[in-house]
C-alpha cells in the first residue's frame, strides 16, 4: 500500500525559510512523479513544484528562485526547500506521487495528474 507521509511544516517570519519532507513507503521514487501542492483556506490547490522520473523539475511562476524540490531515491524521500518565505505561501502544504510518468509530464500542476497524496503539513508565514 503506497503511503506518503509530510513533515517540516511550521511558521515562521516573512523571509525565513523551511524545508518539507515527504517519505514515501510502497514503491520507488525513481519510477514515478511527484510533486508538491497547497492549498490555502477558500483557494483551491495549486501546484508549486514537480519533479519527473528522470529528475526533470520545474516551478510554479509563484516560487520560481524560492523554492527548490529534491528528491533522495534511496531513503525514497521528497523534499521542497523554502527560502525568502513570504506571507502568502501560508498555505497547507501536500506531495503527491503519479505513476504515469507521460501523464506527469503532460499536465504536472494537475491535481488529477497525481494517484497518491500525503495528509499534508500546515505553513505558516507572518509578516
Known amino acids: 500500500q503506497v503511503q506518503l507521509v509530510e513533515s517540516g511544516g511550521g511558521s515562521v517570519q516573512a523571509g525565513g525559510s523551511l524545508r518539507l519532507s515527504c517519505v514515501a513507503s510502497?514503491?520507488?521514487?525513481?519510477?514515478?512523479?511527484m510533486g508538491w501542492f497547497r492549498q490555502a483556506p477558500g483557494k483551491e490547490r495549486e501546484g508549486v513544484a514537480f519533479?519527473?522520473?528522470?529528475?526533470?523539475?520545474s516551478y510554479a511562476d509563484s516560487v520560481k528562485g524560492r523554492f527548490t524540490i529534491s528528491k533522495d531515491n534511496a531513503d525514497n524521500t521528497l523534499y521542497l526547500q523554502m527560502n525568502s518565505l513570504k506571507p502568502e505561501d501560508t498555505a497547507m502544504y501536500y506531495c503527491?506521487?503519479?505513476?504515469?510518468?507521460?501523464?506527469?509530464?503532460?499536465?504536472?500542476?494537475?491535481?488529477?495528474?497525481?494517484?497518491?497524496w500525503g495528509q499534508g503539513t500546515q505553513v505558516t508565514v507572518s509578516s
Open positions: 510502497g514503491y520507488t521514487h525513481s519510477t514515478v512523479c
Open positions: 503527491a506521487a503519479g505513476l504515469l510518468p507521460n501523464k506527469c509530464l503532460a499536465t504536472p500542476y494537475l491535481a488529477l495528474t497525481y494517484d497518491y
Open positions: 519533479i519527473a522520473h528522470d529528475g526533470r523539475r
